[in-house]
């Protein structure tokens, strides 16, 4: 049956109690900016490291109250101005004491204000200084600006995206080149140096370009391609939406049901199911692979999402409600393993992967611009990150 969202209290599963996470004890500087860095950022932050941003005044930002801007969770804020007197020495105090440094900027731009890898390296010799960008830190485009889909449509990733061949590609929000592309891609290179500056005290730059990350992630089309198992346009493929096993479906309410039967059991499973399997031509026989859409379309139109969704649970037939992002918290499935967590009443994903002995967890909300100063201060043993009272006037 479709799921309608639960109550949170009810759906969502409360976190083991924490060690700290497996980055428990590491301190990362993140120069404030938008996107996959602070998205990189948010990832060490869940799993437990002493995340401070350096915020500069009066922004950057989405455009959204920051106590809304969940890749700010588990972090802790300072307000620097690094174009101030004095500024860039105080983040370097800072780098002094950390472990890694994350930045976003376009190349030459941390140079400029004193806080680049050279400024870092030299006061911190074992720091793995983690660069964020799309067109990486040389190359023709370096120093241009650009935007996700920019980045993912010059990797070919964007052109394999679409149902229709003759049609325009399909723009998957920003998730494939930002965060999947970016700040995965950043996060694997700085764990690795971080490994390697503990093994051998020696600090690195690591630079994670978008484009780098993007093409990478389609190795298995190239090889592919290569092979002559796929060919070189949208939706046509066995994993585009040309296949008519593996591909999404409307329902008689306006619904979508995703479909993944690739396997031959799954396959059959799903075509007996659905209740063609007596009409359905062998799935082997492409040329009739546009009959075998109609009649799956057909079928579909019969009945309601809910209705679907029930016909095939607990099943292996590999088909799936497409749910909305408010949906998805109350699906039976995401609420029992706690997929999603509610946190000072901000409904949002659960840190991920999951540890069996360091879990993470969602410790504290959205850190406010400058907030945690005077803590971090503290913490840090910089002092010079609390601004001296002002001297009264005479």
């Not at 029992?336 to 069996?356: C, D, I, K, N, Y």
Request: proline residues 9%; contains cysteine; charged residues 20%.
């Amino acid at each position: 049956m479709q799921p309608s969202p639960a109550p949170l209290g009810a759906s969502m599963t409360t976190p083991r109690p924490s060690r700290g996470g497996p980055l428990s004890g590491v301190r990362v500087v993140e120069l404030a900016g938008i996107g996959p860095g602070p998205f990189a950022a948010m990832l060490l932050a869940d799993l437990g490291a002493d995340v401070v941003r350096v915020d500069r005044p009066g922004g950057p930002g989405l455009g959204i109250d920051p106590a809304y801007d969940l890749t700010n969770r588990n972090k802790r804020s300072v307000l620097v101005d690094l174009k101030a007197e004095g500024g860039a020495d105080t983040v370097l105090d800072l780098v002094a004491r950390a472990d890694v440094l994350v930045e976003g900027y376009r190349p030459g731009v941390a140079e400029r204000l004193g806080v680049g890898p050279e400024a870092c390296l030299a006061r911190n010799p074992r720091l793995v200084y983690g660069r964020m960008t799309g067109w990486g830190q040389d190359g023709p485009l370096a120093p241009t600006a650009g935007h996700d889909i920019g980045y993912i449509a010059v990797t070919g990733t964007l052109g394999m995206i679409g149902p229709d061949p003759d049609g325009p590609p399909t723009v998957p929000v920003n998730l494939v080149g930002d965060y999947a592309g970016g700040s995965l891609y950043l996060v694997i290179g700085v764990l690795a140096a971080l490994r390697h500056a503990r093994e051998h005290g020696e600090g690195q730059v690591v630079d994670a370009a978008i484009v780098d990350g993007t093409a990478h992630l389609a190795t298995m089309i190239h090889g592919m391609l290569a092979a002559g198992g796929w060919q070189d346009r949208r939706g046509v493929n066995l994993l585009d939406g040309g296949c008519p096993f593996y591909g999404t479906y409307a329902t008689s309410d306006g619904g979508y049901m995703a479909v993944g039967a690739l396997e031959q059991q799954f396959y059959d499973e799903f075509t007996r199911l659905l209740g063609i399997e007596d009409v359905a031509p062998a799935r082997r026989d492409f040329a009739r692979w546009p009959e075998l859409r109609t009649a799956v379309a057909e079928r579909f139109r019969t009945r309601t999402r809910e209705e679907w969704t029930e016909v095939f649970a607990g099943s292996d037939a590999c088909v799936a409600p497409v749910l909305s992002l408010r949906e998805a918290p109350g699906h039976p499935h995401l609420a029992a393993r706690g997929t999603f967590v509610e946190h000072a009443g901000l409904v949002q994903p659960a840190p991920a992967p999951r540890f069996s002995a360091t879990p993470g967890t969602v410790r504290t909300g959205p850190a406010l611009p400058g907030a945690d100063t005077d803590e971090v201060a503290r913490d840090w043993a910089v002092p010079a990150l609390t601004p001296k009272p002002e001297e009264p006037s005479a």
